[in-house]
């Protein structure tokens, strides 16, 4: 059953009495009630200069993106306080910024991912660009030191390494994913990014930054074709699990997954090495992977936007998956879509909805999260909260047609508002990174959601930041 939603619930729609118990969501004790300011005035790229948010064990937040530095985009990381202030004693400023060699990469870098290891230090992956500033099939594997400098101990003292999976190339239009990344238990890093080739991989690391040829093949793993690859998230035994896409040519793209065995063999056992899902009606519809994590079960959830070209319909989408490898049909078992079983989907044909991002938390439910334009008005962060079972979770009033709602965070126009990502800070809560327009350009915001007490509590705060600085 297609479920619809009203964009404009929170905003116009809602009674008084219901608008003010069903939009309390932020941490008033984080930041400016619940909001952090960031004034970056980088120009964008791709319209997403902000790309990952990662919480530390000590609450530290790392916020990672691209910058244009001399005309070139860079990727840079940012270190703020858990109170979301940018921490000094990191880089230069509280940023890093990655002194890429100009003759060797003309063109520049756009950052794909970023991890935190258990010793501080923090891994990041960036995918090459070419003339046009078009991605390309070679990948920067790097890591920074705890003081916000390249680490001299990894990739013999240069501090980051070049990798291509094959023959370089470049990328066609339609694939702009500069890579993702995770460490293991023995902090060996897992990388998957552009191939140049019909098919995902994985290429792991020794911690140093070495290819390990244990891996895999000669130290790749390699997915059927025809498949991409967008989350990684490993699983409690250490076998890694890959989110993306397959799409046969002529076909509707298909939701993937699959798991690769601790050699990077890939996992038979689990769905028969790919288990897929149709979440789409025809060869120019759109998924897109916003995120890949497990619940309490150890069930793969994945998040991920849907886009119908020929209905014009756009949605957040759920997914649910066994630890077996199989659909799981008891995910939305009581509004099932006809044929797919074990995907929940929350459609608002009035906006478009990007950047989905579905995080379990601690009491057991599901926050769906998106990035909201609506065409004539208001634009926001697109919230949904769901049980576990994916039904509407009774404790959060709904909206005049659907369990969604939107709050503008910053911005007040169509294209203001963009999720970059969202991590668990280990405490109960969810830190929200994203960035957004001001009259000076742009600038970004960090946010934290109440987790396992979210929109159970208060009033939607009214003195936290309504709009981007004018000056930094």
Not at 74 to 83: A, M, N, R
Not at 304 to 314: A, D, I, P, R
Not at 396 to 415: K, R, S, W, Y
Not at 434 to 443: D, I, L, N, R, Y
């Amino acid at each position: 059953m297609t479920i619809r939603i009203s964009a404009l619930a929170w905003a116009i729609a809602l009674a008084p009495s219901v608008a003010a118990a069903a939009l309390p969501l932020l941490d008033r004790g984080f930041a400016q009630d619940g909001v952090r300011v960031l004034p970056r005035i980088d120009a964008p790229l791709r319209q997403a200069s902000l790309r990952a948010v990662r919480v530390a064990a000590d609450g530290s937040i790392f916020m990672a993106g691209t910058q244009i530095r001399d005309g070139v985009p860079l990727p840079y990381v940012d270190k703020l306080t858990p109170q979301g202030v940018p921490d000094a004693t990191f880089g230069i400023g509280g940023r890093f910024a990655l002194p890429l060699d100009s003759t060797s990469f003309p063109w520049g870098a756009e950052l794909g991912d970023i991890i935190v290891l258990s010793d501080g230090r923090i891994a990041f992956a960036s995918g090459v660009l070419g003339p046009g500033e078009q991605l390309t099939s070679t990948s920067l594997l790097g890591m920074i030191g705890a003081d916000g400098y390249l680490d001299p101990g990894f990739a013999s003292g240069t501090g980051y390494v070049r990798f291509d999976y094959g023959p370089p190339s470049t990328q066609p239009a339609g694939t702009p994913y500069p890579g993702a990344l995770i460490a293991d238990m023995q902090r060996r890093l897992l990388l998957t990014a552009p191939t140049g080739q019909p098919a995902a991989a994985v290429a792991r690391f020794r911690p140093d930054g070495v290819l390990d040829t244990s891996y895999g093949m000669h130290g790749i793993a390699w997915l059927p074709a025809p498949t991409t690859s967008r989350r990684l998230r490993l699983d409690a035994t250490g076998r890694l699990l890959l989110a993306g896409t397959t799409r046969a040519a002529g076909d509707a793209p298909r939701l993937a997954l699959a798991r690769l065995l601790l050699d990077g063999a890939l996992d038979a056992g689990f769905g028969g090495g790919l288990v897929t899902l149709d979440g789409a009606a025809s060869a120019s519809d759109v998924l897109g992977v916003g995120s890949l994590e497990l619940d309490r079960a150890g069930r793969p959830l994945v998040g991920h936007e849907f886009v119908s070209t020929v209905s014009l319909s756009f949605s957040l989408d759920v997914a649910r998956f066994t630890p077996a490898g199989t659909v799981d049909a008891r995910f939305n078992a009581a509004a099932q879509q006809p044929g797919r079983p074990g995907l929940a989907r929350l459609v608002n044909d009035a906006a478009l909805l990007s950047g989905t991002f579905a995080m379990p938390t601690a009491d057991r439910r599901i926050v769906v999260l998106g990035t909201a334009d609506t065409f004539s008005g208001p634009a926001g962060l697109a919230f949904v909260r769901l049980r576990e079972d994916a039904s509407t979770d009774p404790s959060f009033p709904a909206g005049t047609q659907g369990p969604a709602h939107l709050m503008p965070v910053l911005g007040t126009n169509g294209n203001a508002d963009r999720i970059a990502g969202v991590d668990a800070d280990g405490r109960g809560g969810l830190i929200v990174a994203g960035q957004s327009a001001g009259p000076a350009g742009t600038c970004h915001f960090v946010l934290r959601l109440i987790g396992d007490r979210l929109f159970a509590e208060g009033q939607d705060p009214s003195a936290r930041p309504i709009a981007c600085p004018s000056s930094p």
